[in-house]
């Protein structure tokens, strides 16, 4: 696995993944909602197959001496990577805005509902494995059709489990608190959400890997 994640590191990784995964960072923008920050990487994670099926990724994979659900196996295992990473630079910029920054007068709810918190982190792994599910699972079906459905599925699928969940923090005071309560309902939500993102991406690879496993290249 670690061969193929430096293969698809090396090859297939572009400038686009790279400036969008930084935009994560937007999360240190006063009074933005913290989880908006978390939708503007997949944009840049949206090039990695349209730019794959132009430089002919799948042809060269399948010339190595691999099976052909590794195909598969690598370009999830890029996804993740690039997830994690996005996550890990949005939990970074998440402490800095919430240890640093202080509401102007008048504006004390509306900059503690919105305020990043550990339940975001659960909710944005959630949202990026029901985009992992969606793209790989639609996408390997047929990778030489056009790539609108997979796109827009997985991307409203994302941005909708997103959206609903950082309503959902910003009115249950509990999922931001850090009392004893609290605390325990935010690690509960964030261990909840990798565990999904975990699952969710490996059923998209299983589902992706049967599918492409049928096709005659």
């Known amino acids: 696995m670690k061969k193929l994640l430096i293969k698809e590191i090396r090859l297939c990784m572009n400038a686009q993944i790279i400036i969008f995964s930084l935009l994560s960072m937007m999360i240190l923008i006063p009074s933005w909602p913290p989880v908006a920050a978390l939708m503007y990487p997949l944009s840049g994670t949206m090039t990695l197959f349209p730019r794959a099926l132009a430089n002919k990724d799948i042809e060269y994979t399948t010339l190595l001496p691999l099976k052909k659900t590794d195909v598969v196996k690598g370009k999830v295992l890029f996804l993740a990577f690039i997830d994690v990473v996005t996550l890990l630079l949005a939990i970074a910029g998440g402490i800095v805005r919430a240890l640093f920054y202080s509401p102007a007068e008048g504006e004390e709810a509306y900059f503690e509902a919105m305020m990043p918190c550990i339940s975001l982190i659960g909710v944005g792994f959630l949202a990026y494995g029901v985009m992992n599910f969606f793209m790989v699972s639609i996408y390997y079906k ?76």
């Open 142 to 217: 047929n990778p030489y059709k056009k790539l609108t459905a997979p796109t827009l599925v997985s991307l409203f699928a994302a941005m909708i489990i997103a959206a609903v969940g950082q309503v959902v923090i910003a009115f249950v005071p509990m999922l931001r608190s850090y009392d004893t309560v609290g605390l325990i309902a935010q690690i509960a939500v964030a261990v909840g959400g990798i565990l999904l993102f975990a699952l969710l991406t490996y059923l998209g690879y299983w589902s992706g890997a049967k599918k492409f496993q049928k096709l005659d290249l």
